[in-house]
């Protein structure tokens, strides 16, 4: 059994910067996947970002690319989420994730463990 809690979210005008975070509670921190997801009011949820149990493999959606950085700390048992050059259409609410596999990370239906989200809001 996994715990994910998240923390870091907040207002932020657009151009800032946020960094959120993701605690792990559980054994077996690095044999997971952990991905980053966000739903915005309205619409589905959608991948954001994405690294691997050793962290050696990473994705991220297009969108991102560029702007946002995923990293692990492995002593820590936490991922984080640094979000810069925010836009307004980043305001969601942001999910951590973890599942095994490092297979088809964008989709959300095969995930085994889940944060309960945090706001980000982007103002213009």
């Known amino acids: 059994q996994v715990r994910l809690v998240e923390s870091g979210g907040g207002l932020v005008q657009a151009g800032g910067s946020l960094r959120l975070s993701c605690a792990a509670s559980g054994q077996s921190f690095s044999s997971y996947t952990m991905s980053w997801f966000r739903q915005a009011p309205g619409k589905e949820r959608e991948f954001v970002a994405a690294?691997?149990?050793?962290?050696?493999?990473?994705n991220y959606a297009d969108s991102v690319k560029g702007r946002f950085t995923i990293s692990r700390d492995f002593a820590k048992n936490t991922v984080y989420l640094q979000m810069n050059s925010l836009k307004p259409e980043d305001t969601a609410v942001y999910y951590c994730a973890a599942k095994f596999l490092y297979f088809r990370v964008e989709a959300d239906t095969n995930y085994d463990y889940w944060g309960q989200g945090t706001q980000v809001t982007v103002s213009s």
């Open positions: 690294k691997s149990g050793s962290g050696g493999s990473t």
